[in-house]
């Protein structure tokens, strides 16, 4: 029963993962509107801190997040075109490699920053006690 839960579990995140690319897909003209309205549902359900079935109840509360909104995405999947998809799908992996770049490029100065904090600090520590 465990193993089953963790596969599901899994798989459960992996689907998550395309929020983003229905996101996308529900902002393109070319979709049409009953996958639009599909995908906000979905999209907006899953980033939704307010679940139907509270997280707290053992067992149930996880059985949205495990098969909700997996039958949600699985749906939105098959009512938005394959091109649609494909090029969403694209569009996010850039984004994703950008954020990357931009989020190693944002740690790097605020290491410097701190670098710079502490050798100021001990500067001045050094020149107390001298």
Not at 4 to 25: H, P, R, T
Not at 91 to 117: F, S
Request: aromatic letters at 8%; hydrophobic letters at 50%; glycine letters at 4%.
């Amino acid at each position: 029963m465990i193993v089953i839960y963790k596969k599901l579990k899994m798989k459960s995140k992996e689907l998550k993962s395309n929020i983003d690319i229905l996101f996308l897909a529900y902002r393109k003209k070319e979709t049409p509107i009953y996958a639009k309205i599909v995908a906000i549902i979905v999209v907006s359900y899953a980033i939704s801190p307010i679940d139907l079935i509270p997280d707290f109840i053992p067992f149930l509360g996880y059985l949205d997040d495990l098969i909700l909104v997996p039958l949600g995405i699985m749906l939105a999947y098959k009512l938005i075109p394959v091109d649609i998809i494909e090029k969403c799908r694209k569009e996010v992996k850039v984004k994703k490699e950008n954020k990357r770049l931009g989020g190693n490029i944002a740690a790097g100065v605020i290491i410097a920053l701190w670098l710079v904090i502490i050798l100021k600090i001990v500067t001045r520590f050094l020149r107390l006690h001298n």
